[in-house]
């Protein structure tokens, strides 16, 4: 079991409020994703959870039961550390298996553990090496091992994959996603990167400030953010926002297209404008348009547009896909009115 | 050309270095080839080098005059024991400073650090009669405890700025692991401070081992340590120089062959954190 309830948790540094009050549910089995920009407390809130940091005020509670006085070797949680912090002096072996002598376990269950958890990881051949005998992604594994051999109630990942080089980024994400599936464990991940957000998560919350932003399913955000924010920071590449007589004329103060749904013409279309510079990525091309009147917009086209620097192109965007925001910068709902 | 300036150089450099290798080691090696003179020898001028006429009576007489052993073992207990006494109470110390600083926990450390500054003798007077009135005068308890409060800020600054370099993940991570803190400082701390713990231990336990001013004023007869055997042999008659330097070779002997084996581990100790 794994359901963490957070109750008006605040957290406060001197006189520096970092987590202003914040609700929030993770249920059983879950996958969610703390996202947001640098300092926006989502590694606070990750530490507050695991216990390596006192809440304030405020509760939080694992299973019904209020941990907030409970010390972290006794939340029965398990974390994973963006710089792995695997014990140097001990033997991968000994590493998976700390915390099982830590539980008291038996020298026989210990190895029978281990020798899974290896398995499972790929790490049966390195078991007698050192961490620092070990590659990144080996010892990132070593980390994960550490962490699932005592059968926590929930995963804490605190941008684990931040050290990796982008090829074995990739691997491991679907490694840990592929963890989750087998495991049906609550995982709670924190990273700044959307894209690992976008394709791990059951549920992104999105962090600003300390706030939460929005809570939903990737698919919510994406179609559905609350908030320039949300809108801004969820999508690759970022959503083009326009104000002014453009906005007005959808009865909004700020319209936001995202760069895939703006269609680009050689011929004709809504905005003109020259590219300023043209991203091939194979797949899909990302144009960067200078536009008269509307600024800089990025648009998405198939890989097999054949457009270079400096060309003119008109851009229309898609009736239907076009979000529009008030003057707080909060969502407009078809009905007109703000959520 | 460029080669051949730097290799002069190099061997400038060297030459260098070993000049003023010979220069601190000279009154050692001189003590200890004057213990091997007679008395007439010892004050001739000029000095004999190495031409003269070698002898072991000094040793003899020393051996027959005093208890060489008892002052020995008086040296090992007392250096020994304020060492290891001095890490039990450190190592706590150090951890708290290293990984649970608090506003002032600077302001401690500088503080501690400037009792070093005092003069000995300052205390002295104080010292001595708190030791009159408790008996500790000429005890060994009474040696271990004052060399190792003398000693205790460095063993602290040593130890914390070891446990500084530490990443505090790693200890987070135990915590998370299930470690409480007797787990946390016993099987991760410890065996990954074990380098400088050791090297920490080596220097105090020389340092003790030297320490004349405390041992010479706070003993008389059955604490008396090594340094009080050497100054036993510089009397108001007149000093004795040959049997001094055998004195002194004997006292300083153990401290330098332990130092010779563990000067690899000694350096890395005193150098730590200057270079990464």
Known sequence: MGKIVLDRVTKTFGHVEVIPPLDLGIDDGEFVVFVGPSGCGKSTLLRLIAGLEDVTSGEIRIDGEVATEIPPAERGLAMVFQSYALYPHMTVRKNIAFPLKMAGMSKAQIDEKVMNAARVLNLTDYLDRRPGQLSGGQRQRVAIGRAIVREPAAFLFDEPLSNLDAALRVNMRLEISELHNTLGTTMIYVTHDQVEAMTMADKIVVLNAGRVEQVGSPLDLYTAPNNLFVAGFIGSPRMNFIEGAEAEAHKAMTIGIRPEHLDVSQETGLWEGRVSVAEHLGSDTFLHVQTTGQGTLTARVDGEFAVRHGARVWLTPEADKIHRFDESGLAIRENGVAS | ?276
């Open chain 2, 1 to 276: 050309m460029a080669r051949a300036t730097s290799k002069r150089r190099k061997a400038v450099m060297t030459g260098l270095a070993w000049a003023v290798g010979l220069l601190i080691f000279f009154p050692i090696l001189w003590t200890v080839l004057t213990s091997f003179k007679t008395e007439a020898e010892a004050i001739a001028s000029p000095p004999s080098f190495i031409g003269f006429d070698w002898t072991l009576e000094n040793y003899a007489e020393v051996q027959e005059r005093s208890n060489y052993f008892r002052h020995f073992i008086n040296s090992v207990v007392i250096s020994v024991g304020s060492t290891l006494l001095g890490l039990v109470i450190a190592v706590p110390a150090a951890w708290s400073m290293a990984f649970v600083p608090a506003k002032r926990t600077k302001d401690v450390l500088m503080w501690m650090l400037s009792t070093k500054m005092l003069p000995p003798v300052g205390v002295l007077i104080p010292i001595y009669l708190i030791f009159r009135t408790l008996g500790l005068l000429d005890t060994l308890v009474g040696l271990i405890v004052v060399l190792m409060l003398i000693n205790l800020p460095i063993i602290i600054w040593m130890l914390f700025t070891y446990f500084r370099e530490i990443p505090g993940e790693i200890l987070e991570a135990a915590r998370m692991d299930g470690a409480g803190l007797r787990a946390e400082i016993l099987y991760v701390l410890t065996p990954m401070a074990v380098p400088g713990i050791a090297s920490t231990l080596l220097l105090n336990i020389i340092l003790a081992w030297n320490e004349a001013f405390w041992t010479l004023n706070l003993t008389a007869a059955k604490a008396a340590p090594l340094t009080a055997f050497i100054a036993s042999y510089s009397s108001p008659e007149g000093l004795f120089y040959a049997k001094l330097s055998a004195a002194s070779t004997m006292a300083i002997a153990p401290i330098l062959i332990m130092g010779w084996f563990s000067q690899k581990q000694l350096v890395r100790g005193l150098t730590f954190g200057a270079v990464k």
